[in-house]
């Protein structure tokens, strides 16, 4: 009991939302029913019950039933999709808001960084703004005072800690930020997602950072869809789904199983169509056929891709791989590497590309996929359709993780036969 | 570490409908972002402008001018031997107060949900760092005071020295209805739009351009159950003394009507603060 810091018990968040149902083809109607809405929204008011100007109400539980401990010192991921309830999970544990059931029990000081820069004010200079922003976080000024020289170092402003952040760019403005926040002193840290600003350089060295942070015998809460940040940082993981808490264990199963629960779950967005042909969806599939988000780097790539055509000669799929900072670093054509065109008649096609294993560095991918007509004139593009990531990625014998973010590319090269030294004659020196 | 060093042992439960025990303690621990939060608030209050602080004396300025004319010069309203500019301005200033108060305060909460939605602190904290800005202006305007005062040569009575308690009557009075507002515009966008209409409404309901001696007499308590009546009145018979008697029982019930404001503020803001996250 002593080293638990966080017991959360049958937590729940239910949210009421309103929706606008009904559709009056009569203003008579309209006119009658605006006057009712008058009437009950003005009781509800007066009761406190709130109402805004919606009409039917919906619960929804955007947590339901989340039990779970942790202890001092650890460093537990919470993963999930989009709505699956992290955020609502980390604004609960930051007092943000409060659950609608259950009970939680913590024992410590919880900071939370939701977001980095929260209260930057445009016109104050940057030198304020960290003063600001500390206050906010929970840090007293004298904490600021004895870090600032740290903070701004840490950011790389010093030449511009006098000018009002509105002057910065983009990149300094995240980076004085993050440097705030890094700087924190926090016996429970909870973190979301905040690794998502500045250049490469710059993540990487948060990264450090927070390793740092988690290092040091704090106990760390971590939100991030950047998957490899989150097996690099933590050891625990938490997967939640559709707000219930689906999988609790080591940071590895508990990507497995949240890469596994993808297939079932996807939230497919609509990719709009092409002229003659229309990408439907496209999976990046792991060695049983099953879709993935990892990939193992030396096995081989295979994107399966549904697509629907007019049955228009000419048409062929090309993907085009783009790493961490957006950049393509590899493009595979069907049509003219390997003369492989669209089926001619009309209908919905399911195929499978396998391609060579490659030495992917561990980082996040994304895969383009298109149609065209032999990439001269494209039918369909969809950016990003695929989306995987690589956990590590281990050329050689020895345990090195060979990682996207050391900014030495993103493949590994390997060789086809030894390295072997000849020995040569001593070089003149005439 | 040694931040968190000071930080009480007790164990944080965070439950549904929990009144949070520790909630004023907290309050007292953030005392420093409340005052940074006016600090930004009075920083940048004059950034980007042509004329910058003079705005400060500008404002209350022009408006005891405006206020002179159609009360003093237009409709001839006795100032009971008092120079009018410094009765109106005696009244003004209370008035001010308010409305600054009871303005900022109320879209306070709104123009910082980004605080609000991403970090926890006391919300009390929003609303109540206005009250800093106010009084900063309060003073710039005092100021004016002073030297009308000289202008005019009026010489204050001893109950001047009662003035800093009538400014802390006036916070209390403007603090209730802020908070109220503040809470229910985070509830009801609509109110938003109420504020505006209520100070405009009160400043001609409030004795600010005319004595409240020229209420009838049977009249008068009920008048008072405006509690900005009897907080200008005292002002006023603290500035210019004996030629603007204070009200007793009228006062008396202004008091009781603040206490109420101030107890409804409180509460209903403490009772709507948990949800703020939810509804901004």
């Given at each position: 009991m002593t080293d638990t810091v966080i017991h959360a018990e049958g937590v729940g968040k239910k949210f009421i939302i309103g929706h606008r149902v009904e559709q009056h083809a009569l203003f008579r109607d309209a006119m009658v029913n605006g006057v009712r809405r008058f009437f009950s929204m003005g009781k509800s008011v007066l009761k406190g019950s709130g109402g805004i100007a919606g009409d039917e109400f919906e619960e929804f539980w955007a947590l339901r039933d989340v039990n779970f401990e942790i202890k001092r010192g650890e460093l537990v991921s919470i993963i999930g999709h989009n709505g699956a309830g992290k955020s609502t999970l980390l604004k609960i544990l930051s007092r943000i808001t409060e659950p609608t059931a259950g009970r939680i029990e913590i024992d410590g000081r919880v900071t939370s960084l939701l977001e980095v820069g929260t209260g930057f004010h445009p016109e104050l200079t940057g030198r304020e703004n960290v003063f600001l922003n500390g206050a906010i976080l929970g840090m007293t000024r004298v904490e600021v005072r004895r870090r600032f020289d740290e903070i701004v170092a840490f950011a790389g402003v010093e030449k511009f800690i006098d000018t009002p952040v509105k002057r910065y760019s983009v990149g300094m403005y995240a980076r004085l930020a993050f440097a705030v926040a890094a700087h924190l002193e926090a016996e429970i840290l909870v973190i979301d997602e905040?690794?998502?600003?500045?250049?490469a350089e710059f993540q990487a060295r948060c990264l450090d950072r927070m390793s740092e942070v988690a290092n040091s015998g704090r106990t760390v809460l971590f939100v991030s869809h950047n998957l490899a940040a989150v097996t690099a940082l933590t050891r625990r993981a938490l997967v939640l789904r559709a707000g219930q808490l689906t999988f609790d264990g080591p940071v590895q199963a508990a990507l497995s199983h949240y890469t596994s629960s993808l297939g079932k779950?996807?939230?497919?967005?609509?990719w709009g169509r092409g002229g003659d042909s229309t990408l439907i969806s496209a999976d990046l599939l792991d060695e049983t056929g099953k879709p993935t988000e990892r990939f193992v780097p030396g096995t081989p790539l295979s994107v399966r891709v549904v697509v629907e055509t007019t049955g228009m000669p000419g048409l062929c799929i090309e993907l085009t791989m783009r790493d961490e900072l957006n950049l393509p670093i590899a493009f595979y054509s069907a049509g003219i590497f390997n003369h492989v065109s669209l089926p001619t008649e009309i209908g919905r096609f399911e195929c499978t590309i396998t391609l060579e294993p490659m030495l992917l560095a561990a980082g996040q991918y994304a895969i383009d996929v298109a149609t065209s007509f032999t990439n001269v004139h494209a039918d369909h593009v969809v950016d990003n359709a695929v989306r995987f990531f690589v956990e590590t990625c281990s050329p050689g014998k020895i345990s090195f993780n060979f990682r996207q973010s050391l900014g030495t590319g993103s493949l590994a090269m390997t060789l086809t036969k030894p390295i072997e030294f000849k020995p040569l004659p001593a070089a003149s020196t005439s | 570490m040694s931040a968190t060093a000071h930080t009480p042992p007790n164990r944080l439960i965070l439950e549904a409908g929990r009144a949070d025990r520790q909630y004023w303690y907290d309050l007292w621990r953030y005392r420093e972002l409340f005052f940074i939060l006016a600090w930004r608030d009075v920083a940048v209050r004059y950034k980007q402008t042509v004329i910058g602080v003079a705005w400060a004396f500008v404002r209350p300025f022009m408006t005891m001018v405006i206020f002179t004319i159609v009360f003093g010069h237009i409709a001839k309203l006795s100032g009971n031997g008092v120079p009018y500019a410094v009765l109106v301005y005696a009244g003004l200033l209370p008035w001010t107060l308010f409305s600054s108060v009871f303005g900022d305060a109320s879209s306070s909460v709104m123009s910082n949900s980004n605080l609000i939605s991403k970090v926890y602190f006391p919300r009390l904290i929003v609303p109540l760092s206005t009250v800093v800005v106010a009084l900063i202006d309060f003073a710039v305007s005092l100021s004016i005071l002073v030297a009308l005062m000289l202008w005019y040569r009026v010489v204050p009575g001893w109950q001047i020295v009662l003035l800093p308690g009538f400014v802390l009557l006036a916070l209390l009075v403007s603090i209730g209805p802020a908070l109220w507002s503040a809470a229910t515009v985070v509830k009801y966008r609509d109110f938003r739009f109420v504020v505006p209409f209520i100070l405009q409404f009160g400043l001609y309901a409030s004795p600010v351009g005319f004595s409240s001696a020229i209420v009838p007499p049977e009249w008068r308590l009920l008048y008072n159950l405006n509690p900005m009546v009897g907080i200008i009145d005292g002002f006023r018979w603290c500035i210019v003394?004996?030629?603007?008697?204070i009200y007793l029982p009228g006062f008396l019930l202004s008091l009781v009507v603040t206490a109420l404001f101030l107890w409804l503020g409180i509460w209903s803001f403490r009772r709507t603060e948990r949800a703020f996250a939810d509804l901004i």
């Amino acid at each position: 009991m002593t080293d638990t810091v966080i017991h959360a018990e049958g937590v729940g968040k239910k949210f009421i939302i309103g929706h606008r149902v009904e559709q009056h083809a009569l203003f008579r109607d309209a006119m009658v029913n605006g006057v009712r809405r008058f009437f009950s929204m003005g009781k509800s008011v007066l009761k406190g019950s709130g109402g805004i100007a919606g009409d039917e109400f919906e619960e929804f539980w955007a947590l339901r039933d989340v039990n779970f401990e942790i202890k001092r010192g650890e460093l537990v991921s919470i993963i999930g999709h989009n709505g699956a309830g992290k955020s609502t999970l980390l604004k609960i544990l930051s007092r943000i808001t409060e659950p609608t059931a259950g009970r939680i029990e913590i024992d410590g000081r919880v900071t939370s960084l939701l977001e980095v820069g929260t209260g930057f004010h445009p016109e104050l200079t940057g030198r304020e703004n960290v003063f600001l922003n500390g206050a906010i976080l929970g840090m007293t000024r004298v904490e600021v005072r004895r870090r600032f020289d740290e903070i701004v170092a840490f950011a790389g402003v010093e030449k511009f800690i006098d000018t009002p952040v509105k002057r910065y760019s983009v990149g300094m403005y995240a980076r004085l930020a993050f440097a705030v926040a890094a700087h924190l002193e926090a016996e429970i840290l909870v973190i979301d997602e905040v690794l998502a600003v500045g250049d490469a350089e710059f993540q990487a060295r948060c990264l450090d950072r927070m390793s740092e942070v988690a290092n040091s015998g704090r106990t760390v809460l971590f939100v991030s869809h950047n998957l490899a940040a989150v097996t690099a940082l933590t050891r625990r993981a938490l997967v939640l789904r559709a707000g219930q808490l689906t999988f609790d264990g080591p940071v590895q199963a508990a990507l497995s199983h949240y890469t596994s629960s993808l297939g079932k779950s996807a939230q497919r967005l609509h990719w709009g169509r092409g002229g003659d042909s229309t990408l439907i969806s496209a999976d990046l599939l792991d060695e049983t056929g099953k879709p993935t988000e990892r990939f193992v780097p030396g096995t081989p790539l295979s994107v399966r891709v549904v697509v629907e055509t007019t049955g228009m000669p000419g048409l062929c799929i090309e993907l085009t791989m783009r790493d961490e900072l957006n950049l393509p670093i590899a493009f595979y054509s069907a049509g003219i590497f390997n003369h492989v065109s669209l089926p001619t008649e009309i209908g919905r096609f399911e195929c499978t590309i396998t391609l060579e294993p490659m030495l992917l560095a561990a980082g996040q991918y994304a895969i383009d996929v298109a149609t065209s007509f032999t990439n001269v004139h494209a039918d369909h593009v969809v950016d990003n359709a695929v989306r995987f990531f690589v956990e590590t990625c281990s050329p050689g014998k020895i345990s090195f993780n060979f990682r996207q973010s050391l900014g030495t590319g993103s493949l590994a090269m390997t060789l086809t036969k030894p390295i072997e030294f000849k020995p040569l004659p001593a070089a003149s020196t005439s | 570490m040694s931040a968190t060093a000071h930080t009480p042992p007790n164990r944080l439960i965070l439950e549904a409908g929990r009144a949070d025990r520790q909630y004023w303690y907290d309050l007292w621990r953030y005392r420093e972002l409340f005052f940074i939060l006016a600090w930004r608030d009075v920083a940048v209050r004059y950034k980007q402008t042509v004329i910058g602080v003079a705005w400060a004396f500008v404002r209350p300025f022009m408006t005891m001018v405006i206020f002179t004319i159609v009360f003093g010069h237009i409709a001839k309203l006795s100032g009971n031997g008092v120079p009018y500019a410094v009765l109106v301005y005696a009244g003004l200033l209370p008035w001010t107060l308010f409305s600054s108060v009871f303005g900022d305060a109320s879209s306070s909460v709104m123009s910082n949900s980004n605080l609000i939605s991403k970090v926890y602190f006391p919300r009390l904290i929003v609303p109540l760092s206005t009250v800093v800005v106010a009084l900063i202006d309060f003073a710039v305007s005092l100021s004016i005071l002073v030297a009308l005062m000289l202008w005019y040569r009026v010489v204050p009575g001893w109950q001047i020295v009662l003035l800093p308690g009538f400014v802390l009557l006036a916070l209390l009075v403007s603090i209730g209805p802020a908070l109220w507002s503040a809470a229910t515009v985070v509830k009801y966008r609509d109110f938003r739009f109420v504020v505006p209409f209520i100070l405009q409404f009160g400043l001609y309901a409030s004795p600010v351009g005319f004595s409240s001696a020229i209420v009838p007499p049977e009249w008068r308590l009920l008048y008072n159950l405006n509690p900005m009546v009897g907080i200008i009145d005292g002002f006023r018979w603290c500035i210019v003394g004996g030629d603007s008697p204070i009200y007793l029982p009228g006062f008396l019930l202004s008091l009781v009507v603040t206490a109420l404001f101030l107890w409804l503020g409180i509460w209903s803001f403490r009772r709507t603060e948990r949800a703020f996250a939810d509804l901004i």
